[in-house]
């Protein structure tokens, strides 16, 4: 079975801009969770969708808004790139909402903002 | 949440059994004690979970006291391929929140 898919791979955006990341989650997943990890932390959490309805909100600005879609994959949109915004952006499926369950994780996103 | 305190840092060699503590004072009742390992650009791995005594797969042990307050993820006989940054959490499973938290981790070092 195919795990936690996230696209692209890399990309590199210019402040200002805008730029969408998508996650398909794990067949059977409900539920999605965004993380935004910066060089030597640990990810930090962003969203958290169940059901396609958001379950939890980390402390990000509005800048950061994602969505999940009725087969469960998701996408999270971040406006006005801020150089600060160049980091590994991971998505993460359960079949529940719990997050202490055990979450699988994508490869993550790798953005860079110039 | 509990917050949990790890060794930022462990240097280890091939063959050699690992051991990464983590202290965990406040945890709750409802609390389990979960790892993950992370590889560099990858996303987090679940290692292993458990509530009290002694959990073991196929990986790893999880050593936990009566008191709660630490644990102690075991990796037998570590290689090359275990290097990695391992993160100790606490939270409760039965809960609806959706967040994980993570600290910064352990950056596990294995040599030859």
């Known amino acids: 079975d195919a795990g936690v898919t996230q696209s692209p791979t890399h990309l590199i955006k210019t402040r200002g801009q805008q730029v969408t990341l998508r996650c398909s989650p794990i067949?059977?997943?409900?539920?999605v969770s965004w993380y935004q990890q910066v060089l030597g932390q640990g990810p930090q959490f962003i969203f958290q969708?169940?059901?396609?309805?958001?379950?939890g909100r980390g402390n990000f600005p509005d800048r950061f808004s994602a969505r999940q879609f009725p087969n469960y994959s998701s996408e999270l949109n971040v406006n006005a790139l801020l150089l600060g915004d160049s980091a590994l952006y991971l998505c993460?499926?359960?079949?529940?909402?719990?997050?202490?369950?055990?979450?699988?994780f994508g490869p993550g996103t790798r953005l860079t903002v110039l | 949440l509990a917050k949990t305190t790890q060794p930022i840092s462990m240097d280890s060699y091939e063959g050699q059994e690992v051991n990464i503590t983590c202290s965990h004072n406040n945890i709750a009742t409802n609390d389990y004690i979960t790892w993950y390992q992370q590889f560099p650009s990858q996303g987090p791995r679940f290692i292993i979970q458990g509530y009290k005594t002694k959990v073991t797969n196929e990986v790893a042990s999880l050593f936990i006291p009566a008191d709660r307050k630490s644990s102690t993820l075991s990796l037998p006989r570590v290689s090359l391929s275990d290097t990695a940054v391992y993160y100790c959490?606490?939270?409760?499973?039965?809960?609806?929140?959706?967040?994980?938290?993570f600290g910064k981790g352990t950056k596990l070092s294995v040599k030859p």
């Open positions: 969708y169940y059901e396609k309805e958001e379950r």
């Open positions: 993460a499926s359960s079949p529940e909402t719990g997050a202490y369950n055990e979450q699988f």
């Open positions: 959490l606490v939270g409760d499973i039965g809960g609806s929140q959706g967040n994980l938290i």
């Open positions: 067949s059977g997943h409900k539920s």
